[in-house]
């Protein structure tokens, strides 16, 4: 059963997504978390060719790629806001979706720096490697952590 599909961002589910990264935890980092600053950001990732984004099952999170330079580089993001929606199949439809996304791009880089060591796991699961960290480089909620680097080879 098919859980990934492309997302039509609607205004409901914008206000949805905005309220998650505002205050999900590790997902953006103190300098950037005011609601209007946000939308701003919102609005660039779902702007224009320069990204590609899936919802997952009924909106239980996302998955996709931003700041793409087709045959070069991209970033890559997931969420899931409902654990519910965790499964190996779904594991399995996004390193599908990530090996054919750089394949029909011709990505030679899809990146991923985060702090949150769940979606660190979830990179290493669909083929990601570790490149290396920085210390202390994301404050959330006063709090300093250690950010991870990832790629996709």
């Given at each position: 059963m098919n859980k990934l599909h492309p997302l039509i961002l609607t205004p409901e589910k914008k206000e949805i997504l905005i309220s998650k990264m505002l205050y999900s935890f590790l997902w953006l980092p103190d300098?950037?978390?005011?609601?209007?600053?946000?939308e701003v950001f919102v609005d660039y990732l779902f702007s224009g060719t320069r990204s590609a984004f899936w919802e997952i099952g009924n909106f239980d999170g996302i998955v996709g790629f931003y700041d793409i330079l087709p045959e070069y580089k991209c970033v890559f993001l997931a969420r899931l806001w409902h654990r519910s929606a965790w499964s190996h199949s779904?594991?399995?439809e996004i390193k599908?979706?990530?090996l054919k996304f750089r394949a029909d791009q011709r990505m030679r880089r899809i990146?991923?720096?985060t702090p949150d060591e769940r979606l660190?796991?979830?990179a290493r699961l669909i083929g990601f490697r570790a490149e290396g960290t920085q210390k202390n480089a994301f404050r959330f909620e006063r709090k300093l952590y250690t950010q991870f680097l990832y790629r996709l080879i």
């Open positions: 300098e950037v978390r005011a609601s209007h600053e946000i779904l594991v399995r599908d979706l990530a990146s991923l720096a660190g796991k979830l």
